[in-house]
């Protein structure tokens, strides 16, 4: 997804990352044994913190990741750019940020965009290092870059792109023009990671239910793990059968884990923070739940309830967990997570 501010859906939802009533009567965070992913996007984490936030946990000042950490979350999602405007989301400050999810003692996800900013369905710029380059060495630069990003980070999941649904790096990697060039550099960023860290998971990623299969058909003979699907109600349904449904029937096409990639769902629709809404009307809600604190944390644990139903799922990750309102870019003020 593309964000410009740093609220839009504001997630203070750690707490459905532990256990439900329905797992067992405890807030203690699951079993080290429990694999299923309980990811969160954090990646204007270090931007928000250079603004000297402080974030709080029931009134004392904590760590985010270790606020996260005890509530359950297994896996943090971090954004990484090729060569960004500014240092934010580029290779040195994802680095730092993989190394404090490390000693937090949680996964690293990396999702690499494979350009300077934001990817998504509607954007996949080239990274401008790489414009003017052939496909044969634009195909050897995503292969060296690859292999570069894994050797510095060493990533316990590589998401090759963001919410590609038709391809990447374009025009070279689009999917309706030039399918065999993207499955050609989605290949050799594969078998980049495949060969510098065999033990690396990766994931292709797909933005929404209605077209997933399709792309999926078309990724079928890359090597790779998961399937990374985006769901979010205002732009892919409120039907959470139609989630599980896809969820159910991807993982059996393709005999892969499917992970919910990105989610999120809004704790208010109040106009506070000096800016537009994503959500902001009650027809973008899902009428079971409401834009309240409670409201959030049941769609949270209702989805994850329905995805433990599938034998395909693998997890979800909210995406804006650390997400602040902010009257202007330098002010510096105190919010609580």
Request: glycine residues 6%.
């Amino acid at each position: 997804m593309k964000k410009y501010v740093l609220l839009g859906i504001l997630a203070l939802a750690a707490f459905a990352f532990s256990c439900s009533k329905d797992d067992k009567e405890t807030t203690e965070p699951p079993a080290a044994t429990d694999d299923f992913l309980r990811g969160a996007d954090v990646s204007f984490l270090p931007e928000i913190e250079s603004a000297g936030t402080i974030y709080y946990n029931n009134g004392a000042a904590e760590d985010v990741l270790t606020t996260l950490k005890n509530a359950g979350c297994n896996a943090i999602r971090i954004r990484l750019w090729k060569d960004p405007a500014t240092p934010h989301s580029g290779l040195a400050e994802v680095k730092a940020l993989a190394q404090r999810v490390k000693a937090a003692g949680m996964k690293v996800w990396l999702t690499v965009h494979y350009s300077d900013t934001w990817a998504d369905p509607g954007n996949q710029t080239t990274p401008a290092a790489w414009q003017s380059l052939s496909f044969a060495n634009l195909k050897t630069e995503v292969a060296a870059y690859t292999t570069s990003v894994i050797n510095e980070i060493h990533p316990d999941i590589y998401q090759i792109g963001n919410e590609t649904n038709d391809g990447f790096l374009w025009p070279q990697g689009k999917i309706t023009t030039n399918e065999a060039q993207y499955l050609e550099l989605v290949t050799a960023a594969s078998a980049a990671i495949r060969t510098a860290a065999p033990e690396t998971k990766i994931m292709l990623h797909f933005a929404g239910m209605e077209g997933a299969d399709w792309f999926f058909n078309k990724v079928s003979n890359i090597d790779y793990d998961y399937i990374g699907l985006s769901y979010y109600p205002v732009w892919h349904g409120k039907n959470l059968t139609t989630v599980k449904n896809t969820v159910d029937a991807l993982g059996a096409a393709y005999n892969k884990k499917v992970i919910i990639a990105e989610t999120a769902y809004p704790f208010t629709l109040g106009w506070d923070d000096y800016t537009d809404n994503i959500v902001g009307l009650d027809s973008q809600l899902i009428p079971a739940f409401s834009a309240t604190p409670e409201g959030q944390k049941s769609y949270l644990t209702t989805l994850r309830a329905v995805l433990k139903t599938s034998t395909s799922s693998y997890g979800f990750c909210y995406w804006g967990t650390e997400w602040l309102a902010f009257e202007r870019a330098d002010c510096n003020r105190r919010f609580k997570f």
